[in-house]
């Protein structure tokens, strides 16, 4: 009896040494796995540093590009004041010369107009 007693329990033994070889095999997959996925993941970290660089020197040239845009909107606000200036400077003469001339064109119809009217025609 005990020699069968201790046959049945080898068999038990050899059994949980199999399970045990099994689950060392699928943890040496899980182990490859996690390996691979923490590889993975630090290339993963390397482009989101490399994409945090590259926004964060985006960000500063738009900066660049903004304050440029601020400057010559300003100077061109000051070259704009100086043409109207010019232009207001230029056509009020103009203007003056242009109601004198019609004042006096008026004043030398309004003869011409009465002498016509009293011509019998």
């Given at each position: 009896m005990t020699d069968a007693w201790m046959n049945r329990f080898e068999a038990k033994l050899d059994r949980i040494d199999d399970t045990v070889t099994r689950m060392d095999t699928r943890l040496t997959g899980v182990e490859t796995t996690v390996t691979g996925m923490a590889t993975r993941l630090g290339g993963v970290e390397a482009?989101?540093?490399?994409?945090?660089?590259?926004?964060?020197?985006?960000?500063?040239?738009?900066?660049?590009?903004?304050?440029?845009?601020?400057?010559?909107?300003?100077?061109?606000?000051?070259?704009?004041?100086?043409?109207?200036?010019?232009?207001?400077?230029?056509?009020?003469p103009i203007e003056a010369a242009s109601r004198h001339f019609a004042s006096t064109l008026a004043t030398r119809k309004r003869p011409a107009a009465k002498a016509r009217a009293r011509k019998p025609g």
């Open positions: 482009e989101q540093h490399r994409q945090g660089v590259l926004l964060e020197a985006l960000g500063d040239k738009l900066d660049g590009v903004t304050e440029h845009v601020i400057d010559v909107r300003e100077r061109m606000g000051r070259g704009f004041a100086k043409v109207y200036r010019k232009l207001d400077e230029r056509v009020q």
